[in-house]
């Protein structure tokens, strides 16, 4: 298992921006494919972004051009940068971890606990 930590939530008005930061421990992390998704209240949780080991990224169609991903494996934490933020992003933002092993058994992987992102209009 992965232990996963998220911050940098938080309120903000529409146009603006956040960082939201996953710290991740147990795992060699640079080997793991790191995503962020999200759930809003009534919705099914869904993948906002996502990196593999070798820093390729995908992007779900509502947030392309406008939250980027990273990683910085010397930290073990990910990131999202999310900028022009709209009123429909918001929701509660997962951090997940799939280790080489969970890829191998079609697994979800870890999960952190969650951050609350709410964009005002």
């Known amino acids: 298992q992965v232990q996963l930590v998220e911050s940098g939530g938080g309120l903000v008005q529409a146009g603006g921006s956040l960082r939201l930061s996953c710290a991740a421990s147990g795992s060699i992390f640079s080997s793991n494919v790191m995503g962020w998704y999200r759930q809003a209240p009534g919705k099914q949780r869904e993948l906002v972004a996502a990196?593999?080991?070798?820093?390729?990224?995908n992007y779900a169609d509502s947030v392309k051009g406008r939250f980027t991903i990273s990683r910085d494996n010397a930290k073990n934490t990910v990131y999202l940068q999310m900028n022009n933020l709209k009123p429909e992003d918001t929701a509660v933002y997962y951090c997940?971890?799939?280790?080489?092993?969970?890829?191998?058994?079609?697994?979800?992987?870890?999960w952190g606990q969650g951050t609350q992102v709410t964009v005002s209009s």
């Open positions: 997940n971890a799939r280790r080489p092993v969970d890829i191998a058994a079609m697994t979800r992987g870890s």
């Open positions: 990196i593999t080991s070798g820093g390729s990224t």
